[in-house]
């Protein structure tokens, strides 16, 4: 713990003392702790926990936000700086026991007075034993009716096992066997959250195959055995794509590109449009995936071809531009084993296409741009003018011209042609 923290949270525990209240460290902090995991959020529970919060807050001139109005379980979130963040929930229940009791899961049911937090005692409340499933790495919901009370905790299990690299306990999947149908009960974006946070770790196929065995997956997205392939393919390209494309690394290693996993793995578990799936989608994530998803059928039909131009390489580049790393991405992980060669060749053509050609030009300052179509020609934006600024870029990648004469030249002939097509 840094000496910030150790400060701040010193001061917390000074208040609550002058308060005559008893703060408990709980939850993920308490789990993360335990697991000598560093900490950068701290969840916080008492009597008027959420009181406290705003109060110290208040004291050491810290912005809050109240995350949570409901009367009884009022969480109130403490802005320490852009790392740090205290959140303060009120107990649930008439003690500490009862509170840790109406938790998920056994790792999360831990808690520990902030003083003995900060002194370094080993005064743990664990009634579940959820020590000792952080020493066996497995995930245990609690008894009682934890899932129907809350049935994202079901999905939230799967993600928990993900970031952890924990096992889900036999009877915990069971009890989610027998409740799947009720994640359906679960708010859109709430299950959209916990999905995505699952899909962002690196090493999920596994959960992903014992998530359909048990009917979960089934519930958000309807699933074949050949998608879980596809899907088992596509991560392991994802993680080890110097395996297959070791010039490009630098490519699939840009954070734009790092960012997209989580959406490229889903694609390959959707056999419908993805618009028509209840996940709350941003506008950008529903663009994504559309776009992806054609560019990917593009590859595929350009790849059935024996022999395709130049011409039309740069148009399905400068078309996917882009998407045409994550689209290549899904198609790679598509082929099968008798033409997977074949594949990874035509995707390298590509790849040294874009990478090459095509963005040494793109990333420049055109040969001609709008201003100069203005003042040499005296047109106004059209139609035309579209077309002349994407014949000249085409035909600048292509080497078919190298100057800004050579591309007046070429808009010329581009008005020409319009002109006796308009006057014809």
Request: glycine share 6%; with cysteine; proline share 3%.
């Amino acid at each position: 713990m840094d000496s910030l923290t150790q400060s701040t949270l010193q001061s917390l525990l000074n208040l609550s003392i002058s308060k005559n209240q008893t703060l408990f460290v709980v939850g993920g902090t308490l789990r993360d702790f335990l697991s000598q995991k560093p900490c950068s959020d701290f969840d916080l529970t008492g009597k008027d926990a959420s009181g406290t919060g705003i109060s110290f807050s208040r004291s050491q001139n810290f912005k809050y936000i109240l995350l949570d109005k409901t009367p009884g379980r009022r969480t109130v979130r403490v802005i320490v700086n852009q790392e740090h963040h205290l959140d303060f929930t009120d107990l649930q229940g008439g003690n500490i026991e009862e509170d840790l009791s109406q938790r998920d899961f056994t790792i999360n049911a831990m808690g520990q007075q902030l003083s003995d937090f900060l002194s370094g005692e080993k005064n743990i409340i664990d009634l579940h034993k959820g020590q000792e499933d952080l020493t066996n790495k497995r995930i245990r919901v609690l008894k009682g009716p934890v899932i129907q009370s809350d049935p994202l905790r079901m999905l939230r299990a799967f993600r928990f096992a993900a970031t952890l690299n924990f096992a889900i306990d036999e009877a915990t999947l069971s009890a989610i066997t027998l409740y799947k149908d009720k994640l359906k009960e679960s708010a859109p974006e709430r299950i959209w959250h916990e999905l995505t946070l699952f899909l962002k770790e690196t090493d999920t196929f596994t959960l992903i195959r014992s998530m359909h065995s048990c009917g979960l997956l089934d519930c958000l997205l309807t699933t074949s055995d050949n998608a879980l392939v596809h899907y088992e393919k596509i991560e392991s390209l994802l993680n080890h794509p110097g395996a297959i494309f070791p010039e490009y690394m630098g490519e699939f290693g840009a954070k734009s590109f790092l960012d997209k996993h989580y959406l490229l793995k889903l694609s390959v578990l959707m056999n419908r449009h993805p618009g028509s799936y209840a996940f709350n989608f941003s506008n950008v994530e529903l663009k994504f995936l559309e776009k992806v998803a054609k560019i990917t059928c593009c590859l595929a039909e350009m790849h059935t071809e024996d022999n395709f131009s130049l011409s039309e390489t740069y148009e399905l580049v400068n078309q996917a531009n882009e998407e045409l790393l994550p689209s290549i991405t899904i198609f790679t992980s598509s082929l099968d084993a008798a033409d997977a060669d074949r594949g990874v060749i035509f995707c390298n053509h590509l790849l040294k296409f874009y990478c090459g050609e095509y963005l040494s030009v793109v990333n420049n300052n055109p040969l001609l741009d709008g201003e100069d179509i203005i003042q040499h020609f005296g047109l106004s934006p059209s139609k035309l003018f579209g077309k002349i600024l994407g014949d000249v870029q085409k035909a600048h990648v292509l080497g078919q011209i190298k100057t800004r004469d050579d591309a007046i030249d070429l808009a010329e002939k581009i008005i020409q042609s319009q002109t006796k097509e308009s006057s014809g």
